[in-house]
């Protein structure tokens, strides 16, 4: 390849920073050095047996061939079930293509809506691939702060004044990663009122621990949903995902998919109904696990100083404000794990206005929690303040 034709690929495309912590992470456990993962946004539990014995029957019955390039009817029948059953939102099966994770669905939605020179409204902090999505496919990401008095939501008054002639979609993410933000009924109205499709990335529904939970679609049909089963049901090696959009896009879509993916996997689809018709009371002992969890983390970010004036209540992250320690929070991250043992991601990686913080996972046990936040302190008890 042209040299200057791989520079110009790679310059669109930034660095994951929550891997590079764990590859060095990684290193120092290979050197004998104990590190609490407090940065990854993976669910610590065992995927629940119902899915794996469904895949386990899929591979006894050689279900391991191509399936339809939307997905199984019967699986895409489930999501409809599920979204109509949790928020009574009327989709049909047909609105429906399964992927081998959001990221796969992310892309497909992006590439119908996003030509060169157009943009698409984010919230800073955003999920780190976002931008990275838009930019490699032309266009531009354009990025709203979403500060920390707020809860880290969009203000609708700020999108409205954002949108530009160029502007073909704004992206909302609720439960939020990295903020743990939750988007209540008046956040979702004033987005879909915005007059621009919505993008709605709802892969941390479920995981909700405070007031009503909502899905864009109850406020708009003409949203486009991402959501999926990794961090719902400990899935994410699976690589299962969904996307439900308008009618008139799906063949679009689907074409898309049928020459990039061709489909999902045959038998982890089957897992996925397993998941959804036999899982909830596994989902539900997980959250509430969570939950008391979340609830730990916050107390003790208070106890040293640097939690955020408002509490997250959903997914499984709570940002650190460490403003008053750094503002270089790359190196600030690689320093506690140097000397703490303790791996955090830095905030930088979610957008130029979360530097000045880290994102914590509380998807580890209560007891590394623990631990992890005991040699936190710890070091920031040596650390001098700015």
């Known amino acids: 390849m042209n040299e200057n034709l791989l520079s110009a690929r790679t310059d669109l495309i930034s660095s994951f920073i929550a891997m ?19 940065e990854l946004g993976e669910p610590d539990f065992p995927t629940p047996e119902p899915i794996k ?6 591979l ?10 939307l997905g199984k009817i019967e699986l895409r029948e489930e999501i409809a079930h599920y979204y109509w059953d949790k928020y009574r939102v009327d989709i049909s099966p047909e609105q429906i293509i399964v992927t081998s994770g959001t990221s796969p669905a992310l892309l497909l939605i992006l590439s119908i809506l996003v030509e060169a020179g157009q943009n698409v409204i984010i919230p800073d902090p955003y999920y ?10 032309g266009g531009s990401p354009l990025s709203v702060p979403v500060n920390e008095e707020d809860g880290f939501k969009y203000k609708a008054e700020m999108v409205s004044q954002s949108i530009t002639p160029q502007t073909r979609a704004v992206l909302i993410n609720s439960p939020s990663n990295p903020c743990g933000t939750v988007f209540s009924a008046a956040d979702y109205q004033a987005i879909a009122g915005t007059g621009v499709p919505v993008i709605a990335d709802e892969i941390y529904n479920g995981l909700i621990y405070e007031g009503e939970e909502h899905t864009i679609l109850q406020f708009t049909p003409e949203a486009f949903v991402l959501n999926g089963f990794s961090k719902l049901y400990a899935m994410t090696g699976w690589r299962l995902g969904y996307l439900i959009a308008p009618r008139q896009y799906i063949r679009t879509m689907q074409k898309i998919q049928q020459n990039l993916f061709i489909c999902a996997s045959s038998f982890t689809q089957e897992g996925g109904i397993a998941a959804l018709r036999e899982c909830g009371t596994h989902v539900e002992e997980m ?11 916050l107390q003790r970010l208070h106890e040293m100083g640097i939690a955020t004036r408002v509490d997250p209540t959903g997914a499984f992250y709570a940002l650190a404000n460490i403003k ?49 936040l005991q040699r936190l302190e710890g070091f920031l008890q040596t650390y001098e303040k700015r």
Do not use: W
């Open 20 to 38: 590079d912590v764990l590859e060095r992470a990684q290193e120092l456990e290979s050197q004998g050095k104990e590190i609490i993962h407090m």
């Open 53 to 58: 014995e469904a895949a386990r029957r899929a």
């Open 287 to 297: 959250r509430q696990t969570y939950d008391k969890r979340r609830l730990f983390v």
């Open 128 to 137: 780190a691939c976002y931008p990275n999505f838009i930019r490699f496919l």
């Open 324 to 372: 008053d320690y750094s503002q270089d929070s790359y190196s600030f991250a690689f320093e506690i794990m140097e000397k703490a043992g303790v791996a955090v991601t830095p905030g930088i990686d979610f957008g130029p206005n979360c530097e000045g913080y880290i994102r914590l996972s509380y998807a580890n046990s209560l007891d590394a929690i623990q631990r992890g």
């Open 60 to 69: 006894g019955k050689d279900d391991t061939h191509y399936t339809h390039s």
